[in-house]
């Protein structure tokens, strides 16, 4: 059975094509991943990216060991190192943009990874960006429980663009401060939804400080990237 399910989504064409994949996985499969997300203890904190914590394949053991002790973790690790699934995106995408991704690019040519983030719920944020010119395409998946997330306390992936025009362009992949963008829409952080795109001197995303109300969970993602050759 397909791990993953592209058939229901949203596009948004401007400032730059943003697809908005509700049900990505299958409902059993997605409930056992987030009955499952790791312990807040192994993440690292990245300050220079927001408040924003993160558990990614260069911190060895303890990304490893984590994926391994779990059955559903190895299915999913396996199915995003897999040749089908960046065949499967690249086919979407391709189906969907005429432009963003060489015509005659394989999905051989790309390699592909996903890293855990948490984001704390007073204030956690991931600061302006365009992503690393290393990627090609980003999805960014919630990994909540059911009933555990209420879209009012935020933490939706938004797209922005900066208030100076001279910003504007940014494939390096500057990041700017809150205040210094304007948030154009936001896509709502909801059990299972995924937020993909490919990475452009445009495509400048965020998630604006969480604001929730008392103690509650963490936001919780993961992240999947295709990358340029081998460099992931």
């Known amino acids: 059975m397909q791990m993953f399910n592209w058939d229901n989504v949203l596009i948004r064409r401007e400032p730059f094509t943003v697809f908005y994949i509700r049900d990505l996985l299958r409902p059993a499969f997605y409930s056992e991943l987030a009955e499952t997300f790791p312990l807040f203890s192994h993440f690292r904190y990245r300050e220079n990216l927001g408040n924003k914590y993160l558990l990614t394949e260069t911190d060895g053991e303890f990304y490893d060991d984590f994926v391994n002790d779990?059955?559903?973790?190895?299915?999913?690790?396996?199915?995003?190192?897999?040749?089908?699934?960046r065949e499967q995106v690249l086919s979407f995408v391709r189906s969907h943009m005429s432009e963003g991704i060489k015509d005659g690019a394989k999905a051989d040519s790309f390699t592909s990874r996903f890293e855990f983030s948490a984001l704390p719920t007073n204030g956690g944020s991931q600061r302006p960006h365009t992503?690393?010119?290393?990627?090609?395409?980003?999805?960014?998946?919630?990994?909540?429980?059911?009933?555990?997330?209420?879209?009012?306390?935020?933490?939706?992936?938004?797209?922005?663009?900066?208030?100076?025009?001279?910003?504007?362009?940014?494939?390096?992949?500057?990041?700017?401060?809150?205040?210094?963008?304007?948030?154009?829409?936001?896509?709502?952080?909801?059990?299972?939804?995924?937020?993909?795109?490919?990475?452009?001197?445009?495509?400048?995303?965020?998630?604006?400080?969480?604001?929730?109300?008392?103690?509650?969970?963490?936001?919780?993602?993961?992240?999947?990237?295709?990358?340029?050759?081998?460099e992931a």
Request: aromatic residues 12%; proline residues 9%; charged residues 20%.
């Open 70 to 85: 779990y059955p559903a973790w190895q299915k999913f690790h396996a199915g995003i190192k897999s040749l089908d699934f």
């Open 131 to 230: 992503d690393s010119p290393r990627k090609v395409v980003t999805l960014v998946l919630s990994l909540m429980k059911d009933g555990e997330w209420e879209p009012s306390w935020g933490g939706g992936t938004s797209i922005c663009a900066p208030k100076d025009p001279s910003l504007y362009s940014n494939y390096s992949n500057r990041y700017l401060d809150f205040d210094d963008v304007e948030v154009i829409d936001t896509f709502p952080f909801v059990p299972n939804a995924c937020v993909m795109f490919v990475k452009t001197s445009v495509s400048w995303h965020c998630v604006t400080p969480i604001k929730s109300p008392g103690k509650t969970p963490l936001r919780k993602t993961v992240a999947i990237s295709l990358y340029h050759g081998d």
